[in-house]
C-alpha cells in the first residue's frame, strides 16, 4: 500500500523517513519538493539521493484529487470540480484581488449542519475529506495557477469556508492548516489563513489550543429563535454560548476580533429593527461583521436583500461603532460566489429525499418558514 505524502505534516514525515532509516532533514527535503516547488515526480528531487527516489517509487506517491471540471467567471474567478472518489467531488474556488489571491477550500463531501440557504448544505453529507485531499486542493491550485518564490504565488490567503463544516473535521483541517502555516511548505502566517464556522462551541475553544488562525462565525441572525431556523445547530450551542465562545478564542488568535458572517435574506433577516438587535448582541465581542449578499441557487426559496436594505442595515452597524463591510459578490456566473459551492455528493443523511417528501405535502415558502 503506498502512502499519499500530501497527507503528511513535518513530524508524520520525519516519522515515514526514519522508518526507512533515513535523517530528519530529509523530512524538510519533501516538505520543499512537495509544497514549494509543487513536484508529484520523484525524479526531479535532485538534492534527495537516487536510492532513496527508488525507495520512493515503491512506496508512496505525491496525488491531489483528480479535477474533473476547471471553470473561469468573467471577473477572474476560477472554480475546480475536484474528484474524491465513490461518486463525490468537491469545489475550491480561487478568487484574484488587486492585493492578494484567495483561495477557498472545502473540508467535507457535503455538509451535515443544513443551512437551508446554502447550496452545500441541501446536498446532504457524505464525509469528511482527509488530509490529503484538503491540502491538495492547495497544492494543485498553486500549481495549476503558476509558482515562484513563496513571496510571489498568487495565492497569499486561504479561507476554509468551502463545503463542509471545517470543525466537524476537526483533526484532518488542523493538520492541513499546520502544513499551510509550516515554513518549508506553504508558509502562509495565521492572520492569513481563515476558518470559518457555524458554531460548534466545543470545537472553537479545541482551535484555540491546537492552532489558533483567524475565525469567521457564520451568525446571520441577532436572535436565538431566528438562528435556530436558519443555523439549525444553534439549537445545540446558542448564541450566547457561542459568543463566549469567539471571546476565550480572542484570548489566543492571531487577530484580536472575530468576523462575524451575516448573509442578507430579504424579508427574513434585513431589517433595520433586526440591525439594531444585532448592534446590541455583539457588542461585547470585539468583531468585524461581514455582510453577504445571498447568492442563489435553484429552489432555495430565499432572495437577496436588495442593496438599499443591505445599506440601511450596514449603517445601523457602523453608526454603532462597527466595522462593517459588504462583501462583493464574486465568480456568479459559474456558481462560485458564497453559498454556491454544491459539488456533487452522495448523500448518506437522505436529506434531499426527506425534503422531496416534505415538499409534497407542504406548500409553505421557506421565506415563511424562516419567519
Avoid at 37 to 54: N, P, Q
Avoid at 194 to 223: F, K, N, Q, W, Y
Avoid at 257 to 283: C, H, I, P, W
Avoid at 320 to 337: H, M, S, W
Wanted: with cysteine.
Amino acid at each position: 500500500m503506498t502512502v499519499n505524502l500530501l497527507g503528511l505534516g513535518s513530524r508524520q514525515l520525519e516519522g515515514f523517513c526514519a522508518e526507512m532509516g533515513e535523517k530528519p532533514y530529509r523530512a524538510r527535503q519533501l516538505l520543499r519538493w512537495i509544497h514549494h516547488a509543487g513536484v508529484d515526480d520523484f525524479e526531479m528531487m535532485t538534492d534527495v539521493s537516487k536510492a532513496l527516489r527508488e525507495r520512493l517509487k515503491e512506496c508512496a506517491t505525491i496525488a491531489a484529487p483528480k479535477v474533473l471540471r476547471d471553470t473561469a467567471a468573467a471577473d477572474g474567478t476560477r472554480k475546480w470540480l475536484l474528484d474524491v472518489g465513490t461518486g463525490n467531488a468537491i469545489e475550491a474556488v480561487f478568487i484574484p484581488e488587486t492585493s492578494r489571491g484567495t483561495l477557498c477550500i472545502s473540508s467535507q463531501a457535503g455538509c451535515a449542519l443544513a443551512c437551508p440557504f446554502c447550496s452545500t448544505g441541501r446536498q446532504g453529507f457524505n464525509r469528511n475529506l482527509a488530509v490529503e485531499e484538503i491540502i491538495g486542493q492547495l497544492w494543485y491550485a498553486n500549481r495549476c495557477l503558476g509558482r515562484g518564490p513563496v513571496t510571489e504565488r498568487p495565492i497569499s490567503n486561504v479561507v476554509m469556508m468551502g463545503m463542509g463544516e471545517p470543525l466537524a473535521n476537526f483533526d484532518n483541517v488542523v493538520a492541513a492548516i499546520e502544513l499551510m502555516l509550516d515554513d518549508s511548505a506553504y508558509g502562509l502566517s495565521r492572520r492569513r489563513v481563515t476558518l470559518s464556522t457555524s458554531g460548534l462551541v466545543p470545537a472553537i475553544d479545541r482551535l484555540r489550543e491546537a492552532c489558533p488562525v483567524a475565525l469567521a462565525v457564520s451568525l446571520h441572525a441577532p436572535d436565538d429563535k431566528l438562528r435556530d431556523q436558519l443555523v439549525p445547530i444553534n439549537r445545540k450551542y446558542p448564541i450566547k454560548d457561542l459568543l463566549a465562545a469567539c471571546l476565550r478564542y480572542i484570548e489566543k488568535a492571531p487577530r484580536d476580533f472575530v468576523t462575524f458572517e451575516y448573509v442578507m435574506l430579504a424579508g427574513v433577516n434585513d431589517s433595520v429593527m433586526q440591525a439594531r438587535q444585532l448592534a446590541r448582541l455583539l457588542k461585547p465581542v470585539p468583531c468585524k461583521i461581514n455582510l453577504i449578499p445571498f447568492n442563489p441557487f435553484p429552489n432555495s426559496g430565499y432572495t437577496c436583500s436588495d442593496p438599499e436594505t443591505i445599506g440601511r442595515f450596514r449603517d445601523v452597524l457602523m453608526q454603532a461603532g462597527y466595522i462593517t463591510t459588504v462583501r462583493k459578490t464574486r465568480g456568479e456566473d459559474i456558481a462560485a460566489a458564497c453559498g454556491q459551492l454544491a459539488g456533487q455528493v452522495q448523500d448518506k443523511t437522505r436529506r434531499r429525499q426527506r425534503r422531496a417528501h416534505d415538499s409534497s405535502v407542504s406548500a409553505v415558502p421557506l421565506t415563511e418558514a424562516a419567519q
